[in-house]
């Protein structure tokens, strides 16, 4: 666009002078494209009722059309304002946009960005429903050196729930104001880590620990094959309830004064006390197999015997035992003046 010729006007006392360029109404604003004009052309922007007039103040270092509003219309920038210190009017044909802490602005082509910077530092308290990290990316929250990081919930009678949860929204891991449950399949506590000490239910309020509790066929393993040593301590007794306890190695009593005990008296134990009527005894006991016990026997007192025999025995299985005293010169014969007292321990070859 060609520049226009300058107004002249005839004047008393010289012959012609400059005229102040007429304004010009438009149905546009103008861009920094438009550039041919004279300095001080007024344009004005006619948009329905609203008036909206520019002043033009030449070309930058770079061409473009500079021009300034001369006066304010309906969404015409007059200032910035923010949360505090009032309102900014440009400084200098300006305003500038800062960064600030944890905040970088960068301008290019018209377009001014506000990024928060890739590592920050938080002075205060941050609050929100949700934090996300994107796809393939860790989210790690770590406290410096000597601080402590604590994460706090309500206390609503356990109402109150920190979870973690997987992909699915299946639970793995929940911490309520007044209990903690880990329901992941799988949990590891202190693996390959440096050596140390876990305790579990420490301290001097009493606890009751269930391990592997409930009604599924649950599986604990203690200890490992090659190396350590596990203890078990109570001032009272260690109770094991199975129908069978496994032992691999041996069995050792290695404290003073420590001994076996077992039950006696029923008809499923396997030790116990009988005294022989006319040289026999017959005990019921359901559990003896007569391919795999072993009796062991000896005369506690002759009682009124008059005549001692050699103890035998027989199994039958799943009903009793008889216990018969043979005349030692005639083993086919049951000594029946035997009545002696007479001892009984049972062990189950394996």
């Not at 949700?130 to 309500?154: C, K, Q, R, S």
Request: hydrophobic fraction near 40%.
């Amino acid at each position: 666009m060609v520049k226009p010729t300058r107004n002249k006007a005839y004047s008393l006392t010289t012959a012609l002078i400059d005229v102040f360029p007429f304004p010009i109404f438009k149905t546009s604003a103008p861009t920094i494209s438009d550039t041919a004009f004279e300095v001080g052309q007024v344009w004005v922007y006619k948009n329905g009722d609203t008036r909206v007039a520019y002043t033009y103040c030449g070309q930058s270092s770079a061409g473009d059309g500079l021009w300034q509003v001369s006066s304010s219309g309906s969404g015409d920038l007059e200032f910035l304002q923010g949360d505090s210190g009032g309102q900014i009017s440009p400084v200098g044909e300006k305003i500038v946009i800062a960064g600030g802490t944890n905040l970088t602005t960068v301008g290019s082509s018209g377009t001014i960005t506000i990024d928060l910077d890739d590592a920050i530092e938080l002075a205060t308290s941050v609050s929100s429903p949700l934090y996300t990290a994107p796809v393939n990316t860790g989210m790690f929250i770590t406290a410096a050196a000597d601080e402590d990081m604590t994460i706090t919930i309500g206390d609503d009678s356990g109402n109150n729930l920190f979870l973690v949860r997987d992909t699915s929204n299946n639970t793995l891991f929940l911490a309520a104001s007044d209990s903690f449950i880990v329901t992941t399949p799988s949990i590891s506590i202190g693996e390959n880590s440096s050596n140390g000490t876990i305790n579990i239910c420490g301290g001097t309020l009493a606890r009751v620990l269930n391990i592997a509790h409930g009604s599924g066929a649950h599986t604990v393993s203690i200890g490992n094959a090659t190396t350590g040593a596990v203890s078990m301590r109570s001032a009272s007794a260690v109770t094991l309830t199975a129908p069978s306890v496994n032992v691999a190695g041996n069995l050792i009593l290695t404290s003073a004064g420590t001994g076996l005990q077992m039950n006696g008296g029923a008809a499923t134990d396997f030790i116990g006390q009988v005294v022989l009527v006319a040289g026999v005894a017959t005990i019921a006991n359901t559990n003896l197999n007569s391919g795999t016990h072993r009796i062991f026997m000896q005369r506690k007192t002759p009682s009124l015997s008059s005549a001692i025999g050699m103890l035998t025995y027989v199994i039958n299985t799943g009903v009793n035992f008889v216990i018969t005293s043979v005349r030692i010169v005639s083993p086919s014969s049951t000594e029946i003046d035997d009545v002696s007292t007479i001892e009984y321990f049972i062990v189950n070859e394996n």
